[in-house]
């Protein structure tokens, strides 16, 4: 029997694993059916230069049917990738979310679209495509003719095969991996998608320690980034979870949860595990934003909770979570809630993220009543809401790139501090107050946002930091000007003590340059 060859796509960056197409892959093989079919994965990167290197590399497999895992950073080259293959495609993942019939209208050469939980819907389609179902009866599929009811969520996750002893054998050079113990979200925030499965199912404890083992011992592991939407939502099971990871590795652990779900004992937990690096996820100060989005701000209770986590971890990196582009919010609600964040203690960064209108999200669903608009079809990041203009959003991500090449090299970083509290201004204003006087340009073009969504959004972040960090002398020399070189002998030194980012984000920039020889440009004056 001649066994129809099945390839599950992922595309992120193919340095890193897709779980999506895992976890596919092992659910479909323990089950009889895929004795009928060859199924494999694989990982393409959305960096690269044109499409017809995806193209090639998916045709060198030869498959009868390719499976798209999409997101909202792979979607636009999905659709430039799909007319050029000659098989049954089909399409599942967060961005299909409540999108069937656009997508299969604007794609014609999509021939399902899966949404919500995939992985008995992909077992059952294969089932169909073998002549052993009917079409009519598969959950959460939709074709050309046929819109079926959607999936229930699966209530056992264990049921779902762990993919975690093949993506070792597979590949063992991974530096970081994602994992998830659990699924849901106990939080109804308004952009997320997460919002739409509030009760939390959890992996069995014997199948976290046995995935988590595996993934420990991953011999170049670095970093492992706890996925789940609130990790001490259970805080008996996630001090479990800690306390196996601190007693197997010392690999550095990334996770975000909420300030206020902390307390002293769950600190004792996390303080015990290596790398001290605490990502919260604050998003907003401005309470009529927060009201909006469902997502409610108790600064009491944050800060003493904040206080005691950076009060007793060693060296704790921390990292900052806010959203510009906020129904109810504006260009100076969202100064404050930056400002905030850059006056917390021991904060070294801070993730600036537009709005995203994620597809199945209530802001997508009720987008009009908010007045969001986006910049075009092909875009999922907002270009203004009723409260938060256009011309807010332009300024809003240029003073989250300037507030993030202040925050990338540490004694630049604490002389603007130094000099506001001198002025008696915000962070900033004396940030925008410093650039603004500069009489060359720091960006070749308009400002981008620092987390950006597609390959052409990276491209601009990456070409616009290649500019700006080759002009560090000079924008150095010019603060030292401009704050009567009161921070001169602290900023001597400044070449040495850029933090990691710089260097991480350093390295995309020239690798972006010379892969797709971008135009770049001298200082210019204004």
């Not at 006056?343 to 199945?360: A, M, Y």
Request: with cysteine.
């Amino acid at each position: 029997m001649v066994k129809q060859k099945v390839l599950l796509v992922g595309m992120y960056d193919e340095r890193l694993v897709s779980m999506g197409p895992k976890i596919l892959k092992a659910y479909a093989e323990q089950a009889p059916i895929s004795n009928k079919f060859d199924i494999k994965t694989i990982d393409l990167s959305i960096f690269s230069q044109n499409t017809t290197d995806h193209t090639e590399a998916i045709r060198s497999h030869s498959p009868d049917i390719v499976g798209f895992s999409s997101y909202v950073w792979n979607m636009p080259l999905i659709e430039k990738i799909v007319p050029n293959l000659d098989t049954t495609i089909i399409l599942g993942g967060p961005q299909c979310t409540t999108l069937e019939k656009e997508i299969l209208d604007n794609n014609p050469g999509v021939d399902y679209v899966v949404t919500g939980e995939g992985v008995i819907t992909f077992k059952e389609l294969l089932e169909h495509f073998a002549k052993e179902r009917k079409f009519e009866d598969i959950l959460g599929v939709t074709s050309r003719k046929i819109h079926n009811p959607p999936r229930p969520i699966i209530q056992n996750l264990d049921e779902i095969p762990s993919p975690y002893k093949t993506i070792a054998k597979e590949c063992p050079d991974l530096e970081w991996i994602v994992y998830e113990t659990s699924k849901g979200c106990p939080q109804r925030c308004k952009y997320c998608t997460w919002a739409n499965s509030r009760r939390m199912r959890y992996h069995s404890d014997e199948r976290v320690e046995k995935d988590l083992e595996i993934i420990l011992n991953l011999p170049n592991l670095k970093s492992l980034y706890l996925g789940d939407s609130s990790i001490l939502h259970n805080k008996k099971r996630a001090k479990r979870i800690l306390n196996f990871i601190h007693n197997n590795s010392d690999v550095s652990v990334r996770y975000e949860f909420n300030a206020t779900q902390l307390d002293d004992d769950i600190i004792g937990y996390l303080t015990k595990l290596s790398g001290d690096e605490y990502n919260f996820g604050l998003q907003t100060i401005n309470p009529i934003a927060a009201k909006i989005m469902n997502r409610p701000f108790r600064r009491e209770k944050f800060e003493e909770r904040y206080k005691a986590l950076v009060d007793k971890a060693e060296s704790p990196s921390i990292t900052i979570d806010i959203i510009y582009g906020l129904p109810g919010d504006d260009y100076e609600g969202y100064k404050k809630s930056l400002d905030y964040a850059l006056g917390l203690d021991k904060v070294n960064w801070i993730l600036t993220n537009p709005l995203i209108l994620l597809p199945g999200s209530e802001f997508s669903e009720r987008k009009d009543e908010y007045g969001i608009k986006l910049a075009d079809n092909k875009s999922y990041v907002i270009s203004s809401t009723t409260s938060f203009s256009e011309e807010d959003m332009k300024k809003a991500k240029r003073i989250s790139y300037l507030t993030a090449m202040t925050l990338l090299n540490k004694p630049f970083k604490e002389a603007m501090k130094r000099e506001s509290q001198i002025n008696g201004k915000l962070y900033t204003d004396m940030t925008q107050q410093f650039f603004d006087g500069l009489e060359f340009r720091i960006v070749p073009n308009e400002y981008p946002h620092m987390i950006p969504t597609t390959k052409h959004d990276f491209e601009e972040r990456n070409l616009a930091l290649y500019h700006t960090f080759n002009l560090f002398p000079q924008i150095i020399k010019e603060f030292n000007r401009f704050s009567n070189n009161r921070f001169s002998e602290s900023l001597s030194n400044y070449k040495q003590e850029f933090i990691p980012k710089f260097y991480s984000y350093k390295k995309f920039a020239l690798e972006d340059v010379k892969k797709f020889k971008l135009k770049t440009y001298s200082v210019t004056t204004i």
